[in-house]
Structures are given as C-alpha cells and as structure tokens.
C-alpha cells in the first residue's frame, strides 16, 4: 500500500507574489462573509415576501370556500362546470365524495411556511376542528376529481393554463376542505410571482461580476503599486550583492520608491562610501605595517647573528623566527582574504581538473577523488575561489591520506563536500579550527589561517564553510556558495 505524504503548498518568494496572494485571500475572505450576509438577508425578505403572498392566497381560498358553501348542494356542481366552460379561475376546483391521496413532496424551509401560513389562515376563518388537508404536489402525481385523473388526461382549457408554467414545473398547492359529510372541496393552485418555483436563489450573475471585476482592479492596482515600490530595492539588493563581493566599483544606488525606501538607499550610499574609505584606508594599513616590520626584524636578525653566546642567540633567533612568522600570517591573512577581482563566469569544473590534477595517478598516488559535475558556469572571483577550494583539499591531504570530493549542483546553490579519512575534529573544537593560528597538532607545518581564510572568502560570496565528523573516522567540510549572482 503506497504511502501519501502531505505536501506543504508552496508559497511564492518574491513580494509582489506574496502581496498578490494575501491580497486575494483577503478579498475572498471579505467578499464571502459580504456575500453570505447579503444573501442571508435577502432570503430572509423573500421568506417574509413569501409567507405574505402565501396568507394572500389562503384568503382567496377562503373566500372560494365561503361562496361554496353559501350555494344550494345542487347548485355547486353546475357552478364549478360554468366556471371551467368559461376557461377557469387562477384555481382548479372540484367537489369530491372523499379526498384524494397523492405523494406529497420532501418539505423545504419555504414549503413549510407555506403551508404553515394557509392552515392557519382557513383555519382561523373556518374554525380550529375543520377537517383540511394542505400538501404540495408534483404536476406529475397531481390527481383531479373522484375518478383520480392526471393533468394530462383534462382538457387544456380546464387546468392546464392555471396548473402549469413551462418551461418551469413548479410545485402545485393542493388544499382538501371537508364541507360536509361525503363531500370534499378539492382546490389547486400555483404560488403567485416570483415565487413560483420556490426555489433558494444563490448569488445573482451581477453579483458575481461584481466581485470578481473588483477583486481583478484591486489585483491590478496593488501589483502596480508594489511593482512600483520593489524596483527600488531591487536595484538595492544588486548592489548590496556587489559590495558584499567585493567590487571596487559599485555605483551609488538611485534614490526612489517611497519615503522609507529611499532613506534606505540614501543610507546604503552613505554605508558605501564608508566601506570603501575603510577598505582603503586597512590595505594602505597593511602594507606599512609590512614594510615597517620587516626592516626592524631584519636588522635585529642581522644583530643577533654578532652574538657570542650561541644560547642566547638562538633564544633571539626563535624569538624572531615566532615574530616573523606571526606577521606573515597576519598579512597572508589580510591578502588572501581581500582579492580585488572582478566578479566573472568561472568553469568550476575546470578550477578543480587544475587543483587536484597533481594528486592523480601516476604521480599522486590518486590520493584525490572526485564525484558530479557542476552543471553551468559560476559568477564568482577565479582566483579567490581557487584558493578557497585548494584550501580545503590541502587541509584534507594534511590530516589524512584520501580526499574524495562531492559535487552537489542545485538550481539555487554550488555545493562541495571535501571528506578526508584522518581522524577528525573534536566535536567542541569544530568551530574554533576556523580561528587564525589554531592547529590541532602543534607539529603541523603551515600558519593555521587555510581554514579561516576559505570561510572568509565563502562569506564575500554569500556562502559557507561548515565542518562535520563522518561515522567511522574522518571529516567532511561543505563549501556552499548560492548562484543569486548567476
């Protein structure tokens, strides 16, 4: 037996689709509650309108009964025979020795009050123990006279213009009054207009019309309106995108939109101009840090070398040696991480084919593995993405001996998954390896920055880079960068 699972629908992503939506289940909501008020109203006044109509009829009946019984019993016959010859009244009366059965229809909320309203009316006029019968009846088990005939079997000028109204087939009122013993007034008769069918009318075509142009106008003009408002920051989003990537030119954004929106962007050039003072102002930091640094460690290793004492100078040279191993990694740090390129289509298929073409076979031992393919081009920096994933491969060959290299392409993200079989991270240290100059094992050779340094430039694409221990021994590290910039 196959197993369903419910699915979440899907939500649209963008603004104006998400507005678009609330916006219509809005108009749904209120239009429905609108409607259904309006129409409970409506139904309430027909009802009313009906059970008068209704009240109306029963005292036409009364009257018909009242002048019956004011006719001699020999009279009454030849009375209802002229009538018919003259072409009928609005009812079909006849006088039968007893009362005819005939299947009365399922009774609805406005059948009942019709009956309701005409027993009570007869029977308020011609006293409470009167013996009457009211039902309504199809025109198809409608009966007439002592014999039981159907309506197709009379003359069409007796009953047919007063009992039925093509191409509708309303229901027939049918009352039975007992006027004496053995003799029963048989009186049948339609419903005025428009209350013939008796039928619940829904919402009218109007009506339907009328919300649906209104709900389409409402659509339009917010879709315009919020079109409208999202181009602003649309434009601000791309150029957030660029700055986070590290272009050096990024144009100042184009102040529109509503007040709010613009102030957004009037911020957002201003951040801007910080930043990239900021930025120029540290690389301009650096590199006199750099020239101002190693003239003084120079000379002092060229001092140390006039030493006599062999154990003090090698106490100044480890010295030395640990300062200046310090300051590399500083700026090996600030120059790996801050690559001014510019953001280009990169065949990330071919970036790896280069990094890990020295460990395949025959030299390398094919010490590396790979597995997918990427499926286009990526935007990115070239040469900050190659030394961000040659960072992650060196750091699986150091701590083991394979490296097996998982390529994820999705529609919306680049996924790399770099797994090593050496012995791991601790799980509480696997965010502190991505802190510069912290090593596992002291005896590794390198500054301790590769990590760190391949996060950074994960981040300046709007990615990241996330450590997990693999069931078994070994370390897996996920490179994910998102294609918003494809």
Known sequence: MAIKYWRRPRVPRSLLGRMLLLTLIAILLAQTLSSVIWLSQLRATQLQGLVTSARSLAHSMNATVTYMKSLPLAYRPLVL????????????????????????????QRKQAVLEAVDQVLRQSLGPAVDLSVKFVSPQDLRIFNAGLTLDELPRSWAHFALTLEPVNPPVLVTQIQMSPGEWLYIASLLPQPYTSLEEEGLPAMQLWFIALSSGFLLLS?????????????????????????????????????????????????????????????????????HDLRTPITRLRLRVELLEDEALQHKFGRDLDELELLVKGALQCVKDTDIHENIEPVNLNLLLECLIEPYLLPHGNGRVTVTGRASRPFSGKPLALRRCMGNLIDNALKY?????????????????????DGPGVPEQRLEQVFEPHFRLSGHQQGYGLGLGIARNIAHSHGGEVSLQNVRGGGLRVTLSVPRTAD
Do not use: C
């Open 81 to 108: 025979d002229q009538m018919r010859s003259m072409g009928g009244t609005r009812f079909v009366v006849s006088l039968n020795e007893r009362p005819l059965d005939m299947r009365a229809l399922p009774l609805t």
């Open 400 to 420: 083991g001996k394979h490296a097996h290299l998982v390529i994820e392409d999705h529609a919306h993200a680049f996924v790399l998954h770099v797994d090593d």
């Open 222 to 290: 917010i879709g315009v309106l919020v079109h409208w408002q999202s181009r602003p920051l649309k434009r601000l989003a791309r150029a957030a995108r660029d700055l986070s990537l590290g272009e050096e030119q990024v144009e100042p954004v184009e102040i529109g939109g509503g007040s709010e929106v613009a102030e957004v962007g009037r911020a957002f050039n201003t951040m801007r101009v910080r930043i990239s003072r900021y930025l120029t102002e540290r690389s301009q930091l650096f590199s006199a840090i750099s």
